[in-house]
């Protein structure tokens, strides 16, 4: 499997001359540039690259002896967004679970259980003393130690199978509405997904709307003190009932100011933030951890679910949520609603492109998710699974794999094995070649529908049967960074997502 622009020894020379990747790759930076003013030309083309100029073979002898390449060697099957009894409607228990994915030929396990899942409304002026709190399970609730070395003993009791430790997190939400009328809570299942984080510290302050453990003192909660002034100046004046009274004011007040320790923004506010979502993205960089928006398409909460006698619970579809963020590490292809993220020219080419640009520090990955609790029709532990690349068998190389963009994702009823995905130099005309080759894992021939999207814009769009081979040049001559992308779409429901491959000239 090759999923990245790079010098490979098999491969025609002149291959990635003239290639600069993305600040992600492990791969150092090639050297030369690549001539412009070719025309646009590709679908069909198959053509075999030039042989190179005897210096450029010399240049690039030398490239390989400089920059051997890693040994990148171990294909990973993983499967994310999983939640056990730790989560509010989880019905398994995490062994369970991992006993289901091991049988299943799964080889990573990363749950994804509810950090908090605490809602608090309270009637103004007094929202911290004249207050209603639901309080489900949650990871919070049980114990994050306690979540943790379970996860531990999962790792102990089965060695074969990789677990790395995930969280769910809902950094906000917000009441609109009254109790007297309908209450609404709007945008809680705005969710991330928090993998790679191993220290019990890292998620108990984690910055989150409800956590105690998160956020910062909140000043704003002083302004009662002014009654105790007023208390104090009266008792001098031999104003004691005064006194007594306001000193009680004060103290009421100050009560009603309650949480003291949270995040900056209030949950009633009149439209959500993206402020308190970009704090957690740079508070799990700081970490060291990984940060994916969740099933930001899916229509499962759009409607409004009644969860209390007059209290609904709501949140729109967010796919806008990938271009308002920066630096998180991607999003959750979710089979529940593709519309307007992964479609080409959609929100996450509209990233890269940026990325591209120079205004994004990182592109965007595309995870698949499950939002698993137990079996049911149509979804189970492997119903969409990412296949990795990665150093070794280790949970920290699968952390890396993941933050590189070293994976594609399927879901499969028979799944798909993309076989070669590649970008390479193909002569000095400016050319680059497309190469993408994939199959089904019984081998059996199965029509598809692919798509190659170039910067947004589909290049190539048919039907074929698979396993089958694409490799032709493409003659793009306009722009200085280019991504690529692949999906395919086969007969019996199963797909297949690509991460981009990215071309950039050296100036
Ligand atoms: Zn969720």
Redesign the pocket.
Known sequence: MKMCCRVSRNSTVGACLGFALGPRSPFREPQGSLPYGAPLSLRGLRANPQPPPCGILLLLALFFLSFPEPSLAVILRAVT?IHSKFSPTGEQSLEAIAERIRDKGIDVFIPTD?FLATWEYGLWPLRGLVRKKVVHPSVSVSGVDRYLSEIVDLRRKYPDLLVVPGM?V?PYYRWEGAPWKKLTLVDW?R?FLILGLERPEDYKQLPVMGNPGGGSWNFGILWPAWFFVCAIVSYFIKRKRWCFGLAVIGIIFFLGGRPYHRIPESSYLPETPWKPYQRVIDYVNTRGGLVFW??PETQNWNRGQEVADGVFLRTPPYPEAILETADSHGFGVFFEGMNKVAVPGGYWDQTLEEYCRGERRSAYWGIAEL?YRKPMRGLDVDTTQIVLEAEDRTPAAVVKSLREGRFYTIRPAVPMLLSKWNLTAGDSSGTLLVELEVGHQDGRPRRARVEIVRSGQVILRESVHLPHRWFFKDLQSEGRCRSYRASLQDQDGGWLYTNPLFWMARR
């Open positions: 967004h509810t769910e809902a299942h969710h969740a099933h939002d």
